[in-house]
C-alpha cells in the first residue's frame, strides 16, 4: 500500500544522521491538505547532517568519520505512481526511493501520516 506524498515529508538517507523536509517547489499546483504534492522529479533534497557513507569521498579522505552530508542526486525518485500524474509526470508515492551517487545511499520518505495522503494502488 503506497500513499501520495506531500511537501511536509520527512526524508531520510541511510547514511544521514539527521533526517530532513522533502522540498516541494509551489509550482507544482497539485495540493493535497493545504501543501504541494510531490512528483518524481522532486528529487532536490537538503543535506541530511553528517554522513558516513564509506563511498563517498569526502569521507574516505577523512579516513572514515563522518563529514557533512551533501547529497548528490542525478535521478528522480523511482517508482513513482502508475497511476497518478503531476503536471504530467508520475506523483511521488511513500514507497518510492532516491539513490545518492554514493552507493548505498538511499533517501527514503518517513511515513508519518500527517505527510501522506490519498492512498494510490
Known amino acids: 500500500m503506497a500513499f501520495l506524498v506531500k ?3 520527512m526524508c531520510k538517507c541511510a547514511f ?4 530532513t523536509p522533502l522540498i516541494v ?3 507544482a499546483k497539485v495540493m ?5 504534492s510531490a512528483c518524481i522529479m522532486d528529487n532536490k533534497v537538503i543535506p541530511f547532517g553528517m554522513c558516513s557513507n564509506p563511498s ?18 542525478a535521478a528522480p525518485w523511482l517508482p513513482g505512481s502508475p497511476t497518478v500524474l503531476i503536471g504530467g509526470k508520475p506523483a511521488l508515492n511513500s514507497s518510492s526511493t532516491l539513490m545518492c551517487a554514493y ?3 538511499i ?5 508519518p501520516t500527517a505527510a501522506l ?3 494510490v494502488p
Open 25 to 27: 517547489p509551489p509550482s
Open 107 to 111: 533517501i527514503t520518505i518517513i511515513p
Open 32 to 36: 493535497a491538505c493545504g501543501a504541494p
Open 117 to 119: 495522503t490519498v492512498m
Open 16 to 19: 544521514g544522521v539527521a533526517p
Open 103 to 105: 552507493p548505498g545511499g
Open 56 to 73: 563517498n569521498p569526502a569521507v574516505i579522505a577523512a579516513m572514515g568519520a563522518p563529514v557533512p552530508c551533501t547529497p548528490v542526486i
Open 7 to 9: 511537501s511536509t515529508a
